[in-house]
């Protein structure tokens, strides 16, 4: 597992914490005692983490926008944590790539939600991504994803 993907998925998971307890306590202390990340899996979740609770939210005002028919109150916690996480890596993580942000909440929606998950994350990430006027040198990169730029 690269350590950005287990980052984003360690995040996720304190992000559902946090949604749970909403504030950090003993849970947070020993969240990453059983776990061996490394330094920089470690920094990655804890950049995501910081970042969507700062710009909570704005990302919340994004999702109420882009979520056609849903109130993001009563989005299964998962989807909306997969979703907030996305949607601040888009909009202010400068050197993450939309493509790896739109792969990776993909695989985190497949992996920790129900099976319509991921069509309801890539769905409301694309049409962020096709909207937002702060997203055009994001839309600019190339669509496939990095793992696949290979050969001519």
């Known amino acids: 597992m690269g350590s950005r993907h287990e980052a984003r998925e360690r995040a996720l998971q304190i992000l559902f ?3 749970i307890h909403g504030k950090p306590g003993l849970w ?3 969240f990453w005692k059983p776990l061996t990340a490394d330094a920089d899996t470690k920094a990655f979740a804890e950049r995501l983490v910081a970042g969507v609770l700062e710009k909570k939210r704005d990302l919340d005002a994004l999702l109420a926008t882009y979520a056609t028919n849903w109130k993001v109150s009563r989005m299964p916690i998962v989807d909306r944590n997969i979703l907030r996480a996305g949607l601040y890596e888009l909009m202010w ?3 993450v790539p939309a493509n790896v942000t739109m792969d990776e909440a993909i695989e985190l929606a497949k992996s920790f939600g ?8 890539n769905g409301v990430l694309d049409k962020v991504l096709a ?8 839309r600019a990169t190339p669509e496939k994803p990095v ?4 050969g001519a």
């Open 131 to 138: 909207t937002e006027g702060r997203l055009a040198e994001k």
């Open 147 to 150: 793992w696949r730029r290979t």
């Open 28 to 30: 947070l202390d020993e």
């Open 114 to 121: 129900d099976e319509e998950a991921s069509k309801f994350v």
């Open 17 to 19: 914490q946090y949604d």
């Open 93 to 95: 993580m400068d050197d």
